[in-house]
T-cell receptor, first 116, second 112 residues
Framework: GAGVSQSPSNKVTEKGKDVELRCDPI?????LYWYRQSLGQGLEFLIY????????KSGLPSDRFSAERTGGSVSTLTIQRTQQEDSAVYLC??????????????FGPGTRLLVL | DAKTTQPPSMDCAEGRAANLPCNHS???????VYWYRQIHSQGPQYIIH???NNETNEMASLIITEDRKSSTLILPHATLRDTAVYYC?????????????FGPGTRLSVLP
């Protein structure tokens, strides 16, 4: 079946502009995560959505970052007034809420953001 | 703070088995062992996970020692396309909302 998809695959923007990154999770997956990965670095957790519950925003690096998840499916990560240090690969992952067996997160291909 | 230790790099000949070790001596009873890999410029790909029993799927086998302090991921017949960074992660399996913490991993090079 279809995996997690993200768009755009690449985004180049100028410092100070706003950007929106989109994630389409696997159909039926109730949990959705956003991470980012800077060049040569590990994954940095940003935000977590579970169903209709309030999101866990504890990983967002500043108030320029926000995310929404509409209808429990598609999510949009917005970065306002982008800075050069925001340049990274932004990864989305989704998982299915099940009672046992261990949660498995499935990752999308990522959006490569370059802020000039 | 990754709870696992992996060798930084390994080589494997194409067609041979690749055995990737992972130490997780502080693993708790409710923590699973997960393996992901990341091929250059792609998102992490799930491989396999287990709690205490050995596991096998179409991609790999996971061997967990009886004391659960270490494990080995086995790719039975490595191909060039298996060249990637392999991450071993321990995590409470059913703790939704807990992000996966990726350490530096093992860079596996499959050689022709």
């Amino acid at each position: 079946g279809a995996g997690v998809s993200q768009s755009p695959s690449n985004k180049v923007t100028e410092k100070g502009k706003d950007v929106e990154l989109r994630c389409d999770p696997i159909s039926g997956h109730t949990a959705l995560y956003w991470y980012r990965q800077s060049l040569g670095q590990g994954l940095e957790f940003l935000i977590y959505f579970q169903g209709n519950s309030a999101p866990d925003k504890s990983g967002l690096p500043s108030d320029r970052f926000s995310a929404e998840r509409t209808g429990g499916s598609v999510s949009t990560l917005t970065i306002q007034r982008t800075q050069q240090e925001d340049s990274a690969v932004y990864l989305c992952a989704s998982s299915f809420d099940r009672l046992a067996g261990g949660e498995t997160q499935y990752f999308g291909p990522g959006t490569r953001l370059l802020v000039l | 703070d990754a709870k696992t230790t992996q060798p930084p790099s390994m080589d494997c000949a194409e067609g041979r088995a690749a055995n990737l070790p992972c130490n997780h001596s502080t693993i708790s009873g409710n923590e699973y062992v997960y393996w992901y890999r990341q091929i250059h410029s792609q998102g992490p790909q799930y491989i396999i996970h287990g709690l205490k029993n050995n596991e096998t799927n179409e991609m790999a086998s996971l061997i967990i020692t009886e004391d659960r302090k270490s494990s080995t991921l086995i790719l039975p017949h490595a191909t060039l396309r298996d060249t990637a960074v392999y991450y071993c992660i321990v995590r409470v399996g059913d703790n939704y909302g807990q992000n996966f913490v990726f350490g530096p991993g093992t860079r596996l090079s499959v050689l022709p």
